[in-house]
């Protein structure tokens, strides 16, 4: 069973940088697609960004430009590269496959707050 552990999150001014991480066991970790999701009280839970095994990223509008997307197969480890935040993107960070493995399978997440 995937095992998922978030971290980096914290509070940052807007215009500030983050950079959050997630391990990951219990899968062969370099033949999923990874991805951050990102989650706000009272919304759905959103697809933020994706990364193939070979590299390829996906974003979604309102980060691209802004995150980037990164794995390290040989450490199990996605990463999430945050510039330019803004209160927008103030959530909960977590990372899964994608498709997720199942409502199981999420992590702790990891608080990103964005305030002046």
């Known amino acids: 069973q995937v095992h998922l552990v978030e971290s980096g999150g914290g509070l940052v001014q807007p215009g500030g940088s983050l950079r959050l991480s997630c391990e990951a066991s219990g899968i062969i970790f370099s033949i999923y697609i990874m991805a951050w999701y990102r989650q706000v009280p009272g919304k759905q839970r959103e697809l933020v960004a994706d990364?193939?095994?070979?590299?390829?990223?996906n974003y979604v509008d309102s980060v691209n430009g802004r995150f980037t997307i990164s794995r390290d197969n040989a450490k199990n480890t996605v990463f999430l590269q945050m510039n330019s935040l803004k209160p927008e993107d103030t959530a909960v960070y977590y990372c899964?496959?994608?498709?997720?493995?199942?409502?199981?399978?999420w992590g702790q997440g990891t608080q990103v707050t964005v305030s002046s």
């Open positions: 899964n496959t994608r498709p997720t493995m199942g409502p199981n399978s």
């Open positions: 990364i193939s095994g070979r590299g390829t990223t």
